[in-house]
């Protein structure tokens, strides 16, 4: 790529946080989702790490039905955002090599309502939308690496899937946000977030990437796996799609206005998150062919050799 078609590419954005039983009805799809090409796993990556680094932690998604659970928690119910879908362990299973995050049109009573509740997570009397979010909250974390994500999905309007990570310590936005891939709207987003002072209010380092470039480059772009990276340690956070730079800053930049205990975010472990949300900065449901898919070839986490400290697991990380 070069540089004019990268500054083609790139333009600053502010993004919003990605902070993501009963009778069952019957799913309801309003269109035929088109094929993708067919699946080829990736092994060279794992076999080949960065020179320089070792393979801390990954998983390949080799198995078949649910995902690893001594690697993955999942989310349950409405979580973030006021987005449209119920997340559910059932919406993500392992098939053929991949992780396939499944969102559906679907409709059941909100097992979690309350009539006259000011919540919004429990004044809806019904889920008219079910997806799947997975974290590796309390099961591992990490300090400074390459964590990178090979994917594919439909860059439609009303998904809004991602793969990014939150700090351990801290409440959001001072356990600080790293947002490797996000997508909603026609753009790719490549965040950094943390504190700004106030509650609830972030400052956003923030760049994006037009789907429209990506398509003018490679007309077949949605139909292929791509790999999206951090790049992180104590000098500097650079993301990429790709092997193109996206995005990057100092890591001593990222300084929280409010805070407890952590005052520099991006120097504490931090979990990943992998999820597929619907709706709302998602953009419109009302055309979008269900069922949506978002495939996960693998997640892979490299350290330096000589780093031995920064690596959590169920006794050090969760979020």
Known sequence: MTQQ??????????????????????????????????????????????????????DEFNGEGEPDPAKWSPERGF????????????????????????????SFPNP?????????????????????????????????????????FKAVEGLWPAFWTTGISETWPACGEIDIMEYYKGKFLANFAWSAGRPRTAVWRSRTVKVEDCRAKDPRWDDKFHIFKLDWDENRLRIFIDGELVNEMATADAV????????????????????????????????????????VDYVRVYRKIEDELGVGDADGAGH
């Open 256 to 295: 929280n206005q409010r805070f407890d205990k952590v005052e520099h975010p991006f120097r504490q472990p931090h979990g990943i998150i992998i999820n597929l949300a619907l709706g709302a900065n998602g953009g419109s449901l009302d055309k979008l062919a269900f069922p949506a898919l978002y495939e």
């Open 112 to 152: 979690d309502y309350e009539a006259g509740s000011k919540d919004w997570r429990k004044n809806r009397k019904r889920v008219a939308y079910t997806s799947a979010s997975l974290t590796t909250k309390g099961k591992f974390s990490v300090t400074y690496g390459i964590l990178e994500a090979r994917v594919r």
């Open 79 to 106: 979580v973030r955002n006021r987005e449209m879908q119920w997340y559910r362990l059932d919406n993500a299973r392992q098939s053929g090599g991949r992780l396939i995050i499944t969102g559906k049109k679907e």
């Open 5 to 58: 078609w990268i500054r083609n590419l790139i333009s600053a954005a502010l993004a919003l946080p990605l902070a993501a039983g009963g009778e069952t009805g019957g799913a309801e799809t309003s269109r035929q989702a088109p094929a993708l090409d067919p699946f080829k796993a990736d092994t060279v990556g794992r076999a080949q790490p960065p020179e320089g680094y070792r393979l801390v932690w990954h």
